[in-house]
């Protein structure tokens, strides 16, 4: 990659972070809350775009990989079936609700407007998915540890073993937003994130696979929280 691409890559990344969990806490007391939503929801969709661009060439590659080898995609429905099954073992082995995932969902019950009701959707379902996928699938999975990895002169397996699981533990340590996730095992919901790290593995470290695996669990959650 570029290193214009890279530098543009690790931006939108920063963005992103800083916007999805900082910036709206930083902005509400000098600004109005319906202001500081704006700002932040705007600067989350600028950091997904800017990554996109930034990985324009790998997401091309993936996508003619995936119409050249139709046969991988009924991986799809697969892992978005097994992810459901997972979280709903989890949710009864966990039975405490993370600190994250109630906050989602008295957002989602609180807001009666329609319009933002769509911004809500498109973060979850859209671009939630998006940079996640692209920050621990991608960069940390693949870029990061696969390739402190290959440098270490690991076997294969071992290789694609760790990466899966230090993308894992890392992806749910990200939705950890309260120590008591860790005192009550809430954290263990999100267990079923090894999942997008699998299937992103078993691919060939295509990135398409997770992100619209990634998108369909979400859309499927979104709607049950709504209904």
């Known amino acids: 990659m570029q290193r214009i691409r890279v530098r543009q890559l690790i931006i939108s990344i920063v ?19 319906n202001t500081s939503s704006d700002i932040v929801v705007l600067l989350e969709y600028l950091a997904c775009a800017m990554a996109l661009f930034s990985l324009t060439d790998a997401m091309i590659l993936n996508l003619d990989d995936i119409s050249k080898n139709r046969r ?23 039975t405490v609700q993370s600190a994250n995932q109630g906050h989602v969902e008295n957002v989602l019950h609180g807001n009666s407007n329609l319009l933002g009701l ?16 692209i920050i621990f699938q991608y960069l940390f999975q693949k870029v990061i540890f696969k390739g402190l990895l290959e440098r270490l002169k690991f076997n294969k397996l071992v290789i694609s ?11 749910m340590l990200y939705h950890v937003t309260s120590i008591s996730d860790f005192t ?24 398409i696979y997770p992100i619209v695996v990634h998108s369909l ?4 959650g979104f709607v049950l929280v709504l209904i």
């Open 15 to 33: 963005v992103y972070l800083v916007s999805a969990e900082f910036l709206y806490s930083w902005l509400r007391p000098i600004t109005s809350q």
């Open 72 to 94: 991988k995609l009924w991986l799809i429905p697969l892992f978005v079936i097994l992810d459901f099954g997972l979280q709903i073992i989890l949710q009864n082995i966990f």
């Open 118 to 133: 769509i911004f809500m959707f498109i973060m979850v379902v859209i671009v939630g998915p998006i940079m996640e996928e």
């Open 161 to 171: 073993i760790l990466s899966i699981l230090l993308a894992t533990i890392l992806f």
């Open 184 to 207: 009550t095992l809430a954290i263990f919901t999100y267990s079923d994130l090894v999942l997008f790290a699998i299937i992103y593995e078993i691919t060939d470290d295509n990135l």
């Open 217 to 220: 669990g979400n859309l499927i």
